[in-house]
């Protein structure tokens, strides 16, 4: 032996070696077979591009499926994890550089490669991922988070796991221990499990023999592993990854739209009508639970739960995704009806998942934005609201009420016949007049006042959307608004009676048709408003009607530069044009709604404008930014009687009340009624809600400063009243 | 079982009362951004209709509006609920009819479809709120009216079975064809949704306009109405809450009755 | 010579309460017009109609009509009609004056057509101006009022309860009473009453009810629904309330009133400690007076109300439903 060059000999006292590659060909056959069937499967599903623009979604891929950032969002699970795949992958890599070295000769095997990498390396690699193992093991049946489900499978493919890596020490243990290696230093893990073997005072041969047995013993189990991957969800070793690489790229906010005039469903009821993408989707959840972890929905007790809605549809597309692949006749969209031993086949809304549990959901995409592997909960949770929606004409009654309005006013505030311009009784807020003819800039004390031509002297249109204009509570935010943009010196006009809903509700219901008819009418206008002279952008307090108008629009031949006011405000603070001299002593902490924050990635811009208020101090809510709790009103469910469970209103109002804030900002409409609410229940007049751009009306008031008043949170400087 | 329902498009019954203008010369409302919207009783009994052919497993309904051309959103809406026919009353000798005027239309209209078993109509209109039409038509066609109808059912000898609500209840009546009921809400029958694909149906369906002519009414003969209105005007009392006064809450207890009894709302 | 004509039921030994109103308006009516004041009298076959006649001629009736049949007691608009029918076509009458009610809800309407004359239902006001006979009725749903007059005799009216001042009764006049003989055949009526269903439930429902009493978070408690329970039977009210009162669990849920709760369409709504948010006021936009008891006299409520008391219902309620009581003679 060359003490020079260290080494070690490859199938050290192993015969019959060829024996393994007999093994490995029904072990092939099964993980190929496996994946092959899992793809016809996806196939089932409906084309859908996912492969262009390589070089995002390598960028995302290296920080989803590499760097696993959202996994270390809990610190725990994420060195967990890393841990358990970063060990199988290199111990993986060093098992081919064996392969390497035996049949190309790459000399992987000798010199300090092998002494830095396939010793040392792979030994700690080897140690960190039983110690990841116990982890799991440890969280899994001792913590028992309720986010984990526990099935036999789970046991016994990390048992297998922790199997394999143990007696891939006892191997080299025992190699080591009879051949005295040179370099065993250089494994300590192997070193000192020869150490222990030689204090047990057993026989050479004794030893050489248990090698040759643990050897195979190791590669059978080895074997079983790779054959389980396709049929357990160890799946996700190979479909998270490439699921996290097919992620949609699209802006967060925009829902696919349904082109009606072609479509031959509506929705989807069956797994025909989704996308392959949204079936992949279904193999490559690994089952952590941080969506579950992360909806309001669920943890206010809803039927629902977006980790059981993935596996409820996964476990149905095993079950009976089989039976799709036997063309229907007649109806090639339809799905299969029965078995063929006459079992019918369960409908896959209303059966497997409730229709409750879809109701149920706010759309607020605090599941998505925690899923490590990027799987879309609310478009597949959307289609099939739609086929409800639109197919089946069915919903609970608040949102039934809601778009009875919006076919017949424009709007989704039932019993709220009031114009859309009565908020602004007695402010200096010009309403454009898109007429024939147009009219000059003038100021508007209501409905049907001299308003301002297209070719008006404005800068911003200012969006001000349904609920600013029907609610009660929100139009106060619409006058502090406009009394804040008057100070600044905005040059803003309003579209008055001419503007309708966005669609967001109706949308967001699942009634692509009213939203579409919505979309066409409004964006019609807006051109209109916009076309002729500069470029022109438009504000809204409304984070629904912004989302909506900047990402969904563009989709029906809108583009518009659009800005939340929120932004805005920040802007005309940053360029010196809004001074926040006016003191605001109070406590406040911001809700961030989530379709400004978690939808559109604006989570800075109020919380700065929050810490430029003279006097207040700004605390952070449980459940912030990105990992904000719904306030329980997106997704149209502040039109619906929340009757399941407790109120995901009034949770979030006491997170709120946790703080010791006296105020809770926030930024939407919706937010504001169901906080407003929930604050009431929950806390009395202790604490208010308020809009940031009270706060700031506030701050910018000529009178100075005055404390916000605790109560129904109406400004001084309000002259509704 | 052929089942005409009578709709009438009017202005958005939710405009508040703060928001209600009218033209006093012309003694109609004057608010034309207001949304238009059918009837609310008129709703009701498209929805017993349609209740009542899923019961009979069939039968055949009709609806019909007489109004100007933008009645026909009325009708759409009543085909995308799954009518299977509507009828446009349009003609300028239709305009400003008073009920006795409008049965007169709508019943000559239900003859010349062949007449109905049935006939529906909503107990008022929600607009000027006679709640004379549904009557005077069943003397036009000479059926019995059964009044505050909410359910209907297919009855016994091609009979009909209709709910009527009592002040006390409720009673089941049967009726021989034609009859003509007129419909009250309840919780059974607020009109149901549209599914998307009839919706986009109905909107290519082709509804036809009957004039005057085609009904063969004397446009003279219906201008001579039988009442006049002579004023329409906005109450004042409604134009800002009233604070009844008083040293204790006695005393203001006492105004408010007071006020109560002379308004004439108790 | 043509003359004004009330319709009235006979009850027991009396008539409904409404005909002493219609004849008191109708009273009013004849002098203006310098014409007689007749009553048209329906009664059930059991009846005696000379009791409910002489309490008409008390009123100020001259003549009375009276049209009797067993089939008139059922309260079956057919029968009404064609009693109603032979009793005006002898009587000839220039006006004829029916209370909003039931029968005047389902009958009038058909009579008028019958007799070639016009129709005008739920007049809360009549007068004459030039020889005409001119109501004022509410039009959308009170957002407005019109006043209407008819083009063609006679002319049927319907008269909402309590527009008219009731006539002061004076046992000592008399009248004339002419029976009417109504020859119904029981074949001719083609609608039979197969069931009668009785309402368990007391008190009238919250959505077509007239009044409606609305309790909301401010009244404080279940027990503080007594007071408003008690308030309703006064005023023969339903109950409703605000979702903060359901949640509260105060009451049924079947109570709530608002956006997502019932929509109601009462001549009087009376909000008792409800704040009055949009999702509330949403379900009360048919409504045709709203009376707001609230100790915050910036409360929205007051916004929508058409008369408002700044109080804690506490003290106001009971006192309230005192006084009403006393006023109503109840
Ligand atoms: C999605 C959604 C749907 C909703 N749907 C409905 C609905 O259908 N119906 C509905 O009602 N609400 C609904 N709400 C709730 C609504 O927003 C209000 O929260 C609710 O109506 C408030 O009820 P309230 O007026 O009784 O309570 P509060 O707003 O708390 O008002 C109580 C009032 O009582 C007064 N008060 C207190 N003490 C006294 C006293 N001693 N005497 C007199 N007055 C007193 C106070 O001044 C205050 O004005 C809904 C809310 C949401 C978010
Ligand atoms: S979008 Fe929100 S409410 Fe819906 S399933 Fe996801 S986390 Fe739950
Ligand atoms: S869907 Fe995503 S977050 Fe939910 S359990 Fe599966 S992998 Fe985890």
């Known amino acids: ?721 | 079982m052929n089942i005409v329902v009578c709709l009438k498009q009017i202005i958005d019954y939710e405009i508040p009362p703060r928001a209600f203008r009218i033209d006093r010369q012309k003694k109609k409302p004057a608010m034309p951004d207001a949304s238009l919207v059918i009837g609310p009783f008129d709703e009701n009994a498209l929805e017993v209709a349609l209740q009542l052919r899923e019961k009979a497993g069939g039968g055949r309904i009709t609806a019909v509006s007489m109004g100007p051309e933008s009645a026909i959103e009325a009708l759409r809406k009543a085909l995308a609920v799954t009518a299977d026919e509507a009828v446009l009353l349009s003609d300028p000798a239709f305009s400003d009819l008073d009920p006795f005027g409008t049965a007169r239309v709508l019943g000559a209209a239900i003859k010349k479809l062949g007449g109905a078993d049935l006939v529906l109509t909503g107990r008022q209109s929600g607009d000027w709120d006679a709640g004379q039409v549904g009557q005077l038509l069943a003397e036009e066609l000479g059926a019995p009216c059964v009044n505050f109808a909410f359910r209907a059912e297919p009855g016994g000898d091609g009979r009909v079975r209709l709910y009527k609500e009592t002040p006390g209840g409720a009673e089941i009546l049967e009726a021989g064809t034609p009859v003509v009921a007129t419909v009250t809400n309840a919780e059974t029958n607020q009109l149901r949704l549209a599914k998307v694909r009839d919706l986009m149906a109905a909107n290519r369906k082709p509804v036809p306009t009957w004039s005057a002519a085609d009904l063969g009414l004397d446009p003279a003969a219906l201008a001579a109405g039988r009442i006049e209105v002579l004023d329409l005007y906005v109450p004042t009392y409604d134009a800002r809450c009233e604070f009844v006064t008083g040293e204790t809450p006695e005393d203001k207890a006492s105004a408010l009755a007071r006020r109560l009894v002379e308004l004439k709302l108790v | 010579m043509p003359g004004i004509v009330i319709v009235a039921t006979a009850e027991g030994q009396g008539t409904n309460p409404a005909a002493l109103e219609l004849l008191g308006g109708g009273a009013g009516l004849a002098k203006a017009l310098g014409c007689p004041l007749e009553a048209v009298l329906v009664s059930g076959s059991g009846t005696d109609p000379a009791g409910p006649a002489a309490k008409l001629f008390a009123g100020g009736a001259r003549r009375v009509y009276s049209v009797r049949h067993e089939r008139l007691g059922n309260g079956s608009p057919e029968a009404a009609l064609e009693a109603l029918t032979a009793a005006c076509r002898r009587a000839e009458p220039r006006v004829v004056l029916f209370s909003a009610d039931r029968l005047g809800l389902e009958v009038a309407p058909r009579l008028a057509h019958r007799l070639g004359g016009s129709m005008i239902t739920d007049a809360v006001a009549l007068e004459v101006r030039d020889g005409d006979v001119v109501a004022t009725r509410p039009a959308f749903g009170g957002k407005a009022m019109e006043q209407v007059a008819a083009r063609a005799t006679p002319q049927v009216v319907t008269v909402k309860l309590r527009a008219l001042e009731p006539a002061a009764l004076d046992e000592s006049r008399s009248g004339e009473l002419v029976e009417v003989p109504v020859d119904l055949d029981p074949g001719v009526d083609r609608v039979k009453l197969v069931e009668r269903v009785e309402e368990a439930a007391e008190g009238p429902k919250l959505e077509t009810a007239r009044v409606v009493i609305g309790g909301g978070r401010g009244v404080g408690g279940a027990e503080n629904f007594k007071q408003l329970e008690e308030l309703a039977r006064v005023l023969g009210a339903a109950l409703g309330a605000s979702r903060a009162a359901v949640d509260e669990g105060w009451v049924p849920a079947s109570w709530q009133i608002g956006q997502t709760g019932k929509a109601i369409a009462s001549d009087l709504y009376i909000a008792v400690g409800i704040s009055g948010a949009s999702q509330h006021t949403a379900g009360i936009s048919g409504v045709k007076t709203i009376v707001a008891i609230n100790t915050d006299p910036e409360a929205p409520i007051f916004e929508r109300a058409h008369l408002g008391v700044v109080g804690d219902h506490k003290a106001v309620v009971p006192a309230l439903t005192a006084r009403l009581k006393e006023l109503l003679g109840k």
């Open chain 1, 1 to 721: 032996m060359d003490l020079s060059n260290p080494m070690r000999e490859v199938y050290w006292n192993i015969t019959g070696k060829n024996l393994m590659y007999v093994l490995l060909v029904p072990v092939l056959v099964a993980f190929f077979r496996g994946f092959y069937s899992k793809y016809r499967l996806w196939k089932i599903g409906r084309p859908t591009r996912r492969r262009d623009n390589w070089r995002r979604r390598l960028a995302g891929f290296f920080r989803g499926a590499v760097v696993q950032e959202k996994n270390f969002r809990d610190r725990y699970s994420g060195w967990m994890h890393f841990f358990i795949w970063g060990g199988m992958l290199v111990l993986f890599i060093g098992t081919a550089n064996v392969a390497l070295d035996e049949y190309l000769g790459v000399p992987t095997m000798e010199g300090l490669f092998y002494l830095y990498f396939q010793s040392l390396v792979l030994d700690v690699f080897g140690l960190l991922a039983i110690v990841g193992l116990a982890m799991a093991l440890y969280r899994r049946y001792v913590v028992r988070p309720p986010r984990l489900h526990r099935t036999p499978q789970d046991a016994v493919f990390l048992g297998l796991l922790l199997l394999v890596l143990v007696t891939g020490f006892v191997i080299e243990g025992l190699r080591i221990a009879v051949t005295e290696d040179p370099w065993a230093a250089w494994s300590p893990v192997g070193w000192a499990f020869a150490a222990a073997f030689r204090a047990t005072g057993m026989a050479a041969e004794t030893m050489v023999g248990l090698h040759r047995f643990s050897w195979w013993f190791h590669l059978a189990l080895a074997f079983a592993w790779i054959a389980c991957v396709p049929y357990t969800k160890l799946t996700h070793l190979v479909t998270s990854p490439a699921n996290i690489y097919m992620r949609s790229l699209g802006p967060k906010g925009r829902l696919e739209p349904i082109n009606l005039e072609t479509a031959e469903f509506l929705g989807a009821s069956n797994l025909r009508h989704f996308t392959w993408k949204q079936l992949f989707d279904l193999d490559a959840c690994t089952e952590c639970g941080r969506c579950q972890d992360a909806c309001p929905a669920h943890a206010t007790l809803k039927p629902l739960n977006p980790k059981a809605v993935v596996l409820d549809l996964r476990d149905y597309m095993h079950e009976y995704g089989p039976l799709y692949l036997r063309r229907a006749q007649d109806d090639p969209w339809a799905a299969p009806a029965e078995t063929p031993d006459g079992r019918p086949v369960p409908v896959m809304v209303g059966a497997v998942i409730a229709e409750d549990a879809l109701w149920s959901c706010t759309t607020c995409r605090a599941c998505m934005e925690a899923c490590p592997v990027e799987i879309e909960h609310v478009p597949a949770i959307m289609d099939m609201r739609r086929f409800l929606a639109m197919d089946q004409a069915s919903m609970p009654e608040g949102m039934a009420d809601a778009i009875r309005s919006l076919e017949t006013r424009g709007h989704p505030f039932r019993g709220t016949g009031g114009a859309r311009t009565d908020w602004l009784q007695g402010l200096d807020v010009p309403v454009l007049d898109l007429s024939a003819g147009g009219g000059t800039r003038g100021a508007a004390g209501g409905a049907g006042a001299d308003g301002a031509g297209p070719d008006a002297d404005f800068d911003v249109l200012w969006w001000v959307g349904c609920a600013m204009a029907f609610d009660e509570r929100n139009q106060k935010v619409a006058r502090s608004l406009a009394r804040v943009l008057h100070r600044a010196g905005v040059r803003f006009a309003i579209l008055g009676n001419r503007e309708k809903c966005t669609g967001d509700a109706a949308r967001r219901i699942g009634h692509e048709y009213l939203f579409q008819t919505l979309a066409g009418e409004n964006v019609a206008t807006l051109n209109q408003a916009l076309g002729n002279g500069r470029p022109r952008r438009i504000v809204t307090a409304c984070p629904h009607c912004y989302n909506t108008l900047k990402h969904e629009y563009p989709d029906f031949g809108g583009h518009y530069d659009v800005v939340h006011h929120t932004e805005f405000i920040r802007e005309l603070v940053d360029s010196g044009r809004l001074k926040l001299d006016g003191e605001v002593r109070e406590t406040i902490t911001f809700h961030d709604p989530c379709y400004l924050g978690r939808y559109n990635d604006v989570y800075d811009a109020p919380r700065k404008t929050l810490k430029d208020l003279s006097g207040a101090e700004v605390r952070e809510i449980e459940r912030a930014r990105e990992s904000s709790f719904c306030c329980g009103g997106g997704g149209a469910l502040v039109f619906v009687e929340e009757r399941i469970g407790t109120r995901i209103n009034q949770t979030r109002a006491r997170q709120a009340a946790e703080t010791g804030a006296r105020t809770v900002c926030t930024a939407c409409p919706f937010c504001m009624t169901m906080l407003a609410d929930g604050l009431k229940t929950t806390s009395g007049d202790e604490v208010q809600a308020l809009d940031l751009a009270e706060l700031v009306d506030r701050a910018t008031a000529p009178a100075g400063p005055a404390a916000v008043g605790a109560g129904t949170g109406a400004s001084p400087g309000d002259g509704s009243r």
